[in-house]
């Protein structure tokens, strides 16, 4: 079985659990003898991780034949699947109908003339940077077609996207070599912006969706949410669990003598309105009003940073409550290993790695209810994200009854038995397998 992958993340390129999760799912499908070509918007000098092939889609020449394909179905694949095309703009401010509609055709122009360029000149292609900056849109669309140039050039039984950025790309290539489509949706708009959704992502999400010959959702939760908001048939839907890497050396991590008497509570990942910091720290609130020597630590970074810093003040924690920044490799792993509980109070998670990462280092988790990851760890702590005092309840419990965290680390060590990337891996290949006839 060979797999031409699209994604946006890949480690090292990583700023969440997309990337993580991609490493795993290929890695494990590597290990069941699976072919992966794995295409990203662009590579560093790290070099392939031995397992599938990586390449970069930045500086992929379209040539002739290429151009002239992508020609020709080009135009009806984006007004046929994708309402709001990706206009070379940020993805805000919105546009009204009328410099929608100005904007669409000068997109198109700008395109054939790029298009037309390769047939007179032979080749033509575009640089991308990777990540999430102000010019998203337009990398969505540059990288659509540079991975299409990339498809023709490789032998491959299925295409595989992974989450919004790519489903264009995932529609064209599908449109150009007949294959069957599989998308992966690790996290909708409406997970992440909540009602205040970006209508262009929303519109990507839904025409991909519709388009994929099947769907995989990451949770029951996200299955719901795909099917409720986007209309996708249930039966289309798989739900494929992630799992996580486990470190084939262990590392050892010393605490300092200056914090040994102290407990450690840890907030980790993107602080932004998904993931429901905010209320992390009305629960540090809480908890600091009855438990002394407790220290909580936020890693990382987001648009409410700012906002949460100046709360920290006004509530007066600011000795108890640290901003650790956005942490890395090493750094992560250490900063589980030294925790005592690691808190994820998201206002909706599809899965969520994180939690499965700590628990590698037998810290007890206390999860929100509202995520995936829920679903699979039965013996978690869990609360409603906006149930703080719930919430700052089971933080004081588990740091003043060390009987009770042993429990929970116990419990959820047998359960990460069956966690695990390999049964990820076997699912996503009968998936295939069902879609090529077997082949």
């Not at 949410?225 to 799992?243: F, I, L, M, S």
């Not at 969520?352 to 280092?361: C, S, V």
Request: proline fraction near 5%.
């Amino acid at each position: 079985m060979q797999i031409l992958m699209l994604g946006w993340e890949f480690p090292p390129h990583i700023s969440g659990g997309l990337g993580t999760a991609c490493f795993g799912m290929t890695q494990a499908l590597a290990q069941k003898g699976a072919k992966v070509i794995f295409v990203l918007p662009k590579t560093s000098s790290a070099g392939d991780p031995g397992f599938l092939k990586l390449r970069s889609a930045s500086g992929t020449v379209i040539n002739y034949e290429a151009a002239r394909r992508m020609q020709s179905v080009g135009d009806s694949v984006w007004q046929d699947n994708i309402r709001f095309l990706p206009i070379m703009s940020p993805l805000t401010p919105y546009l009204t109908p009328e410099a929608y509609t100005k904007a669409l055709k000068e997109l198109h122009q700008s395109t054939r003339f790029s298009e037309e360029t390769a047939i007179s000149h032979g080749t033509f292609t575009y640089q991308l940077k990777g990540g999430y900056g102000p010019g998203l849109m337009e990398e969505v669309y540059r990288y659509s077609r540079l991975a299409c140039a990339i498809a023709l050039q490789e032998k491959f039984d299925v295409i595989h996207v992974h989450d919004w950025m790519t489903y264009p790309a995932g529609l064209l290539v599908k449109a150009l070599t007949g294959k069957p489509l599989v998308c992966h949706i690790h996290a909708t708009e409406y997970d992440r912006s909540g009602e205040n959704i970006n209508t262009q992502v929303a519109a990507i999400e839904r025409a991909g969706l519709l388009g994929a010959d099947r769907v995989v959702a990451v949770s029951r939760l996200t299955r719901d949410v795909v099917v409720q908001r986007y209309g996708v048939p249930r039966e289309k839907v798989t739900v494929v669990y992630n799992a996580v890497t486990r470190p084939e050396i262990e590392h050892h991590y010393v605490i300092p003598p200056r914090l040994r008497h102290e407990k450690r509570v840890l907030f980790l990942g993107r602080v932004t309105y998904q993931k429901g910091p905010e209320y992390f720290m009305e629960a540090a609130r809480l908890v600091l009003q009855k438990v002394q020597h407790v220290r909580f630590y936020m890693a990382g970074s987001g648009d409410m940073l700012p906002g949460l810093i100046r709360r920290a003040s006004q509530l007066r924690i600011g000795r108890r409550f640290h901003f650790a920044g956005f942490l890395r490799g090493e750094e992560v792993n250490r900063m589980f290993a030294l925790s005592d509980l690691y808190v994820m109070p998201s206002v909706s998670e599809p899965f969520g790695i994180t939690p499965l990462e700590a628990m590698l280092y037998d810290v007890p988790v206390l999860l929100s209810r509202q995520s995936g990851v829920s679903e699979v760890l039965h013996h978690a702590l869990k609360a409603d994200f906006w149930d703080t005092r719930d919430m700052a309840d089971k933080i004081c419990a588990v740091l003043q009854h060390p009987a009770l965290a042993m429990e929970i680390v116990q419990n959820c060590r047998e359960e990460m038995k069956t966690i695990r990337w390999e049964n990820a891996a076997e699912q996503l290949l009968s998936i295939y397998q069902s879609l090529t006839g077997g082949n």
